[in-house]
C-alpha cells in the first residue's frame, strides 16, 4: 500500500456530484497510410483482450487507521474501465468536442481504480481519439504528460504496442509503502516530522505575503480577486473547448516584448477573459487574479501531486495590452521570488496553507465573496517529438482539467512539437458560449504581435 499525500486527499475530500475531481485528456490520431475501418477495429479487439493493468492504473482506494491509501485491486476487471463508442457522423471536431464534454461530466467510482478510457472511432477523415480521465488524487500535469511519453513512441513503425494501462513502469526506487497497521502509523508520523520540519521557512513566506500583499496592489494575493460570474456555484454539466496554436509563434511574441512564454500564455489568456466579460457586461473594476500550478517534481514518478502555487493579477481592468503585459510581468516575478527560497517541500505547505482558507470556503460556501483567485491557468510542458502509437500519428493531445464550485472555468494548455494546445472546460450553465474565447484567444495573441 502507498499512502497519499495531504494533496492528493484535497482533491478526494473536495469531489461532490457536481464537482468531479478527476482531470483528462483527449488524444487525436491519424491512422497509419492504408489502415482501414477493420483495422482500426481489430486494434480495439486487441486493447479489450485481458485484465492485467500496471500501477498506477491497477490501484484502487482503501482506508487503514481512517486513512486513504492505494493498493492493488486483486479483482482488477477491464471492461470497467475501458469503453469504444463511435461519433454520429459526419464526425466533426464540433462532435468530439461534446462527447468529451459529456464524458467529463460523470464521476469515477471508488470501488474501482479511478481512471477510464474511451476509444472514439468515426472522426473526419479517417481519425480516431481516445479520451482519458484519471482522478487528481492520482496524478498531476507533469505526471500525466509522462505516462503519454511513456506509452508511446518516437517510431512511426512500432506495432503490437501495449495498450495504456498495461504499459510496465521503469524500474525505480519504492516510496512511501507500507505493509500493515504499524507501517500505515509509521508512514504517518514520518510525514508529520517532515511537515513540521518545513514549518520555520513557511511562517516566514507567510508572514511576507501578509505584508506584502497589504502595501502592493499588483501582489495579487489573499482574497483581492473581484467576485464574477466565473466565481458562483457550478452544476455538473461541463462544456469544452479546445485549439492549437504555433509555439514558435507564441514564442517570438514573447521574445519581442522582453517575456516568457507563460507571460504571453497569461496576457492572451487576459485578453481573452477581459473581452468575454465586457460581452457578457461583467467586467469587473478590479483585475482578476490567476491561479497557475507550478510543478515541484524533480524525480521519475508519474503518479501523485508535487505542486506549488504561483498567483498573478491578469490586469483585466486595464484597457492598454502593452500595459497590461507590462502588469502580469511584474506580478509573476513578485510571486516567483517569494517561492524561489524555498525548497519544494515547503512551497507544498506554504501553498496549503495560503489555500487552506479557500479549500474550506470551496468546500461550505461560507464566504462566497471572499476569492483567493478567479480563475485557473495551467500551463505544462509537454512531449517535444511526434509520436505514435501502433502506426498511428498523434496529432494533437488536448487537457481537459477541473471547473469548482466558485470557480467554473479551467484554462490548461500542454505543448507537442511545435503546437501549444489549450483545453477550456467549463460549467455549462455558468459560463455559456464558452467556445468564443477560443477567438478571443486568437485577437490576444495577434494584439501583442502589433506591439
Given at each position: 500500500m502507498k499512502a497519499l499525500s495531504p494533496l492528493d486527499q484535497m482533491f478526494l475530500m473536495l469531489e461532490r456530484r457536481n464537482q468531479p475531481m478527476h482531470v483528462g485528456s483527449l488524444m487525436l490520431f491519424q491512422?497509419?497510410?492504408?489502415?482501414?475501418?477493420?483495422?482500426?477495429?481489430?486494434?480495439?479487439?486487441?486493447?479489450?483482450?485481458?485484465?492485467?493493468?500496471?500501477?498506477?492504473?491497477?490501484?484502487?482506494?482503501?482506508?487503514?487507521?481512517?486513512?486513504?491509501?492505494?493498493?492493488?485491486?486483486?479483482?482488477?476487471?477491464?471492461?470497467?474501465?475501458?469503453?469504444?463508442?463511435?461519433?454520429?457522423?459526419?464526425?466533426?471536431?464540433r462532435e468530439l468536442l461534446a462527447?468529451?464534454?459529456?464524458?467529463?461530466?460523470?464521476?469515477?467510482?471508488?470501488?474501482?481504480?479511478?481512471?477510464?478510457?474511451?476509444?472514439?472511432?468515426?472522426?473526419?477523415?479517417?481519425?480516431?481519439?481516445?479520451?482519458?480521465?484519471?482522478?487528481?488524487?492520482?496524478?498531476?500535469?507533469?505526471?500525466?504528460?509522462?505516462?503519454?511519453?511513456?506509452?508511446?513512441s518516437t517510431d512511426p513503425d512500432a506495432r503490437d504496442m501495449e495498450p495504456p494501462w498495461a504499459v510496465k513502469r521503469p524500474a525505480r526506487k519504492k516510496e512511501g509503502l507500507v505493509a500493515g497497521?504499524?507501517?500505515?502509523?509509521?508512514?504517518?508520523m514520518g510525514g508529520l516530522k517532515a511537515q513540521a520540519k518545513s514549518w520555520p521557512a513557511v511562517t516566514k513566506a507567510l508572514v511576507s505575503t501578509y505584508q506584502q500583499a497589504r502595501k502592493d496592489s499588483e501582489f495579487g494575493d489573499l482574497f483581492r480577486a473581484?467576485?464574477?460570474?466565473?466565481?458562483?456555484?457550478?452544476?455538473?454539466?461541463?462544456?469544452?473547448a479546445a485549439q492549437s496554436w504555433s509555439l514558435s509563434r507564441v514564442k517570438a511574441a514573447g521574445k519581442k516584448l522582453g517575456g516568457t512564454l507563460n507571460d504571453v500564455v497569461l496576457a492572451m489568456c487576459a485578453s481573452a477573459l477581459r473581452r468575454y466579460l465586457i460581452e457578457q457586461n461583467a467586467l469587473p473594476d478590479q483585475p482578476l487574479i490567476t491561479m497557475m500550478p507550478m510543478s515541484l517534481r524533480r524525480d521519475d514518478s508519474d503518479s501523485g501531486n508535487q505542486v506549488g502555487m504561483v498567483l498573478a493579477n491578469l490586469g483585466t481592468h486595464v484597457a492598454d495590452p502593452s500595459e497590461r503585459m507590462s502588469l502580469i510581468k511584474r506580478s509573476v516575478a513578485a510571486s516567483k521570488e517569494r517561492l524561489s527560497k524555498m525548497s519544494p517541500a515547503e512551497i507544498m505547505n506554504y501553498t496549503g496553507l495560503i489555500s487552506g482558507p479557500a479549500g474550506l470556503n470551496l468546500a461550505?460556501?461560507?464566504?462566497?465573496?471572499?476569492?483567493?483567485?478567479?480563475?485557473?491557468?495551467?500551463?505544462?510542458?509537454?512531449?517535444?517529438?511526434?509520436?505514435?502509437?501502433?502506426?498511428?500519428?498523434?496529432?494533437?493531445?488536448?487537457?481537459v482539467s477541473i471547473?469548482?464550485?466558485?470557480?467554473?472555468?479551467?484554462?490548461?494548455?500542454?505543448?507537442?512539437?511545435?503546437?501549444?494546445?489549450?483545453?477550456?472546460?467549463?460549467?455549462?450553465?455558468?459560463?455559456?458560449?464558452?467556445?468564443?474565447?477560443?477567438?478571443?484567444?486568437?485577437?490576444?495573441?495577434?494584439?501583442?504581435?502589433?506591439?
Open positions: 491512422p497509419p497510410p492504408g489502415a482501414s475501418a477493420e483495422d482500426i477495429r481489430e486494434l480495439v479487439d486487441q486493447m479489450a483482450q485481458g485484465d492485467h493493468a500496471e500501477p498506477p492504473f491497477d490501484q484502487r482506494l482503501t482506508r487503514k487507521l481512517a486513512l486513504p491509501f492505494w493498493t492493488k485491486d486483486d479483482d482488477f476487471d477491464l471492461s470497467h474501465h475501458f469503453r469504444h463508442i463511435a461519433l454520429p457522423q459526419p464526425g466533426r471536431i462527447m468529451v464534454s459529456n464524458l467529463h461530466s460523470s464521476l469515477l467510482d471508488r470501488e474501482f481504480p479511478l481512471w477510464e478510457t474511451t476509444f472514439i472511432e468515426g472522426v473526419s477523415d479517417g481519425r480516431f481519439a481516445m479520451y482519458s480521465k484519471m482522478h487528481h488524487a492520482m496524478i498531476d500535469g507533469v505526471a500525466a504528460v509522462r505516462l503519454v511519453e511513456r506509452v508511446l497497521p504499524t507501517s500505515a502509523l509509521s508512514a504517518v473581484p467576485t464574477t460570474i466565473f466565481n458562483r456555484r457550478i452544476g455538473n454539466a461541463r462544456r469544452f461550505t460556501g461560507i464566504a462566497p465573496k471572499k476569492q483567493l483567485y478567479n480563475v485557473v491557468i495551467s500551463n505544462v510542458p509537454g512531449p517535444k517529438q511526434t509520436l505514435y502509437w501502433n502506426g498511428a500519428r498523434l496529432e494533437g493531445i488536448y487537457p471547473p469548482v464550485d466558485g470557480m467554473a472555468l479551467n484554462i490548461t494548455l500542454v505543448s507537442y512539437g511545435d503546437q501549444l494546445n489549450f483545453g477550456l472546460i467549463a460549467c455549462r450553465r455558468s459560463v455559456p458560449h464558452v467556445q468564443r474565447m477560443l477567438e478571443y484567444l486568437e485577437q490576444g495573441l495577434v494584439e501583442l504581435e502589433r506591439l
